[in-house]
C-alpha cells in the first residue's frame, strides 16, 4: 500500500492518495483547496486509474477543490449525505474569510460499515459524527490504517463549535468507533501528524478527561 500525503489550502489540511504501486487503481481522500494540480500531476505520473474522491466531510477546507479533480480525474465524489449540503454551500462555513472553495455535488452517498475495494485493497467506511454530522473515517484494515479527517488528531480531537457539531456526539463516537480498533492502527489525520491509536488512548487529554469523567 503506497500512501502520498498533500498538504495544501489556507489552513494546511492533508489529502491523501492511496494505491498499491504504479499503474494501478487508487482512492483520492479529501480535496484541499489549490491541491488539484499537484493531485492531478501525481495521477498522471505514476499511471494510476483514481476510482473516486472520497471526502471525510464537508467542511470547505476539505472539499474545496472536488471539482476540479473530479472534472479532470472524470471520477465521482462520495461523501456522507448528512454533509452533502456542506459540499454544495461552502460560502456558509467561511465566516467573511477571503477564500473561494468550489462548490460540488455528490455523485453518491457513503454508508456507515459499507466495504470499498480499490485493486487488492479493501477499506470499510465508518460513520463519526460529532464534528460535522456526516464526518466518516476511512479504515483500511489489512493496512493498519485509519484516515481520520478531522476527528481525532495527535494529543487533541476535532473542533465542535462550527454549526452541527457536539462535543458529546463526538467523544461518543471516537470511543466506539476509533478507540475499538486495534492498538497499533496508524491514525492519519486532516491536520498534523499521524498518531495511532493505542497513543491517543494513553495520553489524548481530551479523551483521559472525557472518560474520567462519564465513568
Not at 179 to 186: A, E, H, I, N, V
Request: glycine share 8%; charged share 20%.
Amino acid at each position: 500500500m503506497t500512501i502520498q500525503q498533500f498538504e495544501f489550502g489556507p489552513v494546511d489540511t492533508i489529502g491523501y492518495i492511496i494505491h498499491d504501486g504504479d499503474s494501478s487503481p487508487a482512492l483520492i481522500i479529501d480535496a484541499p483547496m489549490d491541491s488539484s494540480e499537484a493531485i492531478v500531476s501525481y495521477v498522471a505520473r505514476h499511471s494510476l486509474s483514481p476510482v473516486a474522491l472520497i471526502l471525510t466531510h464537508g467542511h470547505w477546507d476539505h472539499t474545496g477543490n472536488a471539482a476540479s479533480i473530479c472534472k479532470r480525474l472524470k471520477i465521482p465524489a462520495w461523501i456522507h449525505e448528512l454533509d452533502n449540503h456542506m459540499m454544495e454551500h461552502p460560502e456558509e462555513l467561511l465566516f467573511d474569510l477571503p477564500f473561494e472553495p468550489e462548490s460540488y455535488t455528490a455523485d453518491r452517498f457513503l454508508e456507515n460499515g459499507e466495504k470499498i475495494s480499490c485493486g487488492n485493497l479493501s477499506c470499510t467506511i465508518h460513520h463519526v459524527p460529532g464534528h460535522t454530522p456526516g464526518h466518516v473515517v476511512i479504515h483500511f484494515p489489512d493496512e493498519g490504517v485509519v484516515f481520520a479527517g478531522d476527528v481525532l488528531f495527535m494529543g487533541s480531537v476535532g473542533r465542535t463549535d462550527l454549526p452541527g457539531g457536539d462535543y458529546d456526539t463526538l467523544m461518543q463516537s471516537i470511543i466506539k468507533k476509533l478507540l475499538s480498533l486495534p492498538g497499533d492502527t496508524q491514525v492519519l489525520p486532516g491536520h498534523g501528524p499521524p498518531t495511532t491509536i493505542a497513543r491517543e488512548m494513553q495520553s489524548n487529554p481530551f479523551i483521559i478527561n472525557y472518560r474520567e469523567h462519564s465513568a
